[in-house]
């Protein structure tokens, strides 16, 4: 059994003592309502504590983030608030911090520490946030403009006047999580490497304890241009030249992108947004089309380009031609249809299947003997016509020789003969005399094209004397002829009147190979009249001699003589000329009534010495006179085949006499040369009054 004695127990009695006088005497703080506190700008608030009263007063200190801003021994003095606080803060009896008007500086973590005599401190901590009313809020983006696919694109906001507790960030409507795509951060919303899907409307709801807004922005994300699109309207493979012609251009961005156009590299100023028109367009337009895109807010471009062909066909048709290759055995075909853009494609299929040109094509043939007579085709290939020419090569054939003459200025006679064949290609004509080259020969010369051997200087008198040969030849066949130039005749003559008997046409044919250079009209009977006036020109009763009437040039086969009296009886003839040599005339040609033909008469004179004949001559000539008289008084003469056209015409003589007789001519200009004179014979006839040209 445990006993105390009384020292021990005194001494234990007083230790229990003290260590209840020093527990009752511990104190406690706390605050009364929250420790959190929420305030508006301009509103008084408080922050109250209490505690545990004992009879010494507690000493209560307040302090702000860690630094004093007041200290008071409750009910002792005045409270010691920090200068700068004084305005704001009071102590109220029991301690308790008192804020009037706060404004934003008063945000803070505030703590209060209570100490009392014989006691432990106590503390208490209480949190205050101070608001304003969420004011001009104003959205802005970093940068200026979102760019599809360019880096993190900002948008943030800025308030004039208080702040958020709570911020959510919306797009179209649908709230927007921080993310891989999106970034939310305090005040900002990033978009991470902005997509054209993107553009919308985006918007920013601010909350705090005394105001709520939301605020929005529309945000465009610029892209593009893309891909761009460009045609040609109408969609051909070519243009012909002259057409019109459409160019549209475009792609997607945003802003839409401008539209520029270049054309071999070189700007083309267009009237429209996005097209292009050529009207009549030219071969020097083809090329290539350059349609340019840019988007005008980020400098982005891409360019389109298209090759467009403006074609035209060369001017006219192809043409075929073959040639002889110079000596040699060989046939040239040449087809040609030169210009046009582009070139037009030639060849010969039947010649060469290989072969071809552009504009232009010659193929030699060594051996062409099989080819006379064949069609060959040259094929023409062109964007804008496909066709063909054809020709044919043919050997010599119908080989026409010819002699003409002239005379010079000086009285000289120049003749040439004509070789003349149907050939293809032309045949080339070698000359000879009496079997020597002309070449070798004075006065001679062969035209270019070999057809034509010109003798200058022609002596008349060696006509029929010496023979010329010409060969025409080409790479398929030869012929050769046999020329002896003659000189002047006449070879057929007739004449026709007309049924008053007052004009006559006379008719004449000369040998093929006579040289001739003009006619002589002669005529023998009384002068001519004129029957209109019917005066009479010349009182001579009748002629004795024939007198040259007209000079008619080389190429006339035929003469017109009026103003005869149809009473009278008249004789005509042609006398061929060679420059001043005169050939044979023709047979005298009669005309009017009655009268003993020539041969009549002749055969009545030789029957005058054989009186004994007489009535047996008589019996035989006088049908004939008869015969003759009867022809002679219908104006009835030979005719020459070549004139029998010709007659046909005077069916109706009085066709002849439409325009009214011409007055005579005066027979002193056209008297027949005087032997052992020169005649001078014009190149182109005199004028006649009296008569004109059939």
């Not at 054309?263 to 097209?275: E, L």
């Not at 090759?307 to 040449?334: M, R």
């Not at 008297?671 to 001078?680: D, K």
């Amino acid at each position: 059994m445990f006993i105390l004695n009384s020292v021990d127990f005194h001494h234990t009695y007083f230790g229990l003592l003290l260590i209840f006088l020093i527990r009752g005497c511990e104190s406690s703080v706390k605050p009364i309502g929250p420790s959190l506190f929420k305030a508006l700008v301009g509103t008084n608030v408080s922050l109250a504590i209490t505690y545990t009263s004992q009879n010494a007063p507690p000493q209560v200190s307040w302090w702000k983030d860690g630094v004093s801003i007041a200290h008071w021994t409750v009910g002792i003095g005045e409270p010691q608030i920090a200068s700068r606080y004084k305005a704001v803060l009071s102590l109220e009896e029991d301690g308790s911090l008192t804020f009037s008007n706060l404004t934003l500086d008063y945000t803070g973590t505030y703590e209060v520490i209570v100490v009392q005599v014989m006691s432990e401190e106590r503390r208490a901590l209480f949190n205050l946030t101070v608001y304003d009313i969420i004011e001009k809020v104003s959205l802005h983006t970093w940068p200026n403009d979102a760019v599809e696919g360019n880096g993190t694109f900002t948008l943030y906001y800025i308030t004039a006047k208080g702040e958020a507790e709570e911020v959510q960030w919306f797009f179209n409507g649908t709230e927007l999580q921080h993310g891989s795509h999106y970034s939310v951060s305090g005040k900002n919303l990033s978009i991470i490497h902005p997509r054209r899907t993107d553009t919308g409307l985006y918007s920013v709801t601010l909350k705090n304890p005394f105001s709520f807004g939301t605020y929005s922005r529309n945000v465009t994300v610029l892209y593009g241009p893309d891909q761009p699109m460009l045609d040609v309207s109408p969609t051909k493979d070519f243009f012909v030249l002259g057409e019109s012609l459409w160019f549209s251009c475009g792609a997607q961005g945003e802003p839409v992108p401008a539209v520029s156009w270049a054309f071999m590299g070189q700007a083309v100023p267009s009237a429209q947004p996005g097209a292009l028109h050529i009207a009549n367009a030219q071969t020097s337009q083809s090329g290539v089309y350059t349609c340019m895109l840019i988007n005008t807010q980020t400098g982005a471009q891409l360019n389109k380009s298209v090759t467009v062909n403006i074609y035209k066909s060369p001017a006219g048709s192809p043409v075929c031609s073959v040639h002889a290759v110079d000596e040699s055995a060989a046939l040239q075909y040449h087809c040609q249809w030169p210009g046009g853009t582009p070139g037009a494609q030639l060849s010969f299929p039947t010649l060469n299947t290989s072969s071809a040109g552009i504009g232009e094509l010659n193929m030699t043939v060594d051996n062409p003997q099989g080819l006379d007579g064949t069609e060959v085709a040259c094929v023409v290939h062109h964007p804008v016509y496909q066709g063909q020419c054809n020709i044919t090569a043919r050997k010599t054939a119908g080989l026409l020789p010819s002699v003409s003459a002239a005379v010079n200025e000086n009285g000289k006679l120049l003749v040439t003969i004509g070789c003349v064949t149907e050939a293809i290609p032309n045949a080339t004509v070698t000359w000879s005399m009496s079997g020597e080259d002309v070449s070798s020969l004075s006065d001679h010369e062969v035209s270019m094209d070999t057809t034509w051997l010109h003798i200058g200087n022609f002596n008349i008198i060696t006509a029929g004397l010496h023979t010329y040969k010409c060969t025409a030849a080409n790479p398929l066949g030869r012929q050769s002829s046999d020329i002896i130039p003659t000189g002047p005749a006449i070879s057929e003559a007739s004449l026709s009147s007309n049924e008053e008997g007052t004009v006559i046409m006379l008719f004449w044919e000369v040998p093929s190979m006579a040289i001739v250079t003009g006619f002589d009209i002669q005529m023998k009977g009384p002068d001519l009249s004129d029957p209109s006036t019917n005066i009479t020109v010349s009182q001579s009763e009748r002629a004795k001699e024939y007198q040259t009437l007209q000079v008619r040039p080389a190429s006339s086969r035929s003469a017109e003589i009026s103003g005869l009296d149809p009473k009278a009886r008249y004789h005509f003839r042609v006398i061929p000329m060679a420059g001043q040599s005169a050939g044979e005339p023709s047979e005298p040609l009669s005309t009017g009534p009655g009268g003993l033909s020539g041969p009549a008469i002749a055969g009545i004179a030789a029957g005058i010495p054989c009186s004994l004949l007489v009535l047996l001559v008589v019996c035989v000539v006088l049908p004939c006179v008869l015969y003759h008289k009867k022809r002679n008084s219908e104006a009835r003469y030979p005719v020459s085949r070549a004139v029998e056209k010709a007659v046909t015409t005077l069916s109706s003589p009085h066709h002849l006499l439409t325009s009214g007789l011409k007055l005579p001519p005066d027979y002193r200009l056209h008297q027949p040369p005087v032997a052992g004179h020169s005649r001078p014979m014009p190149s182109e006839p005199p004028p006649v009054r009296m008569a004109t040209t059939v």
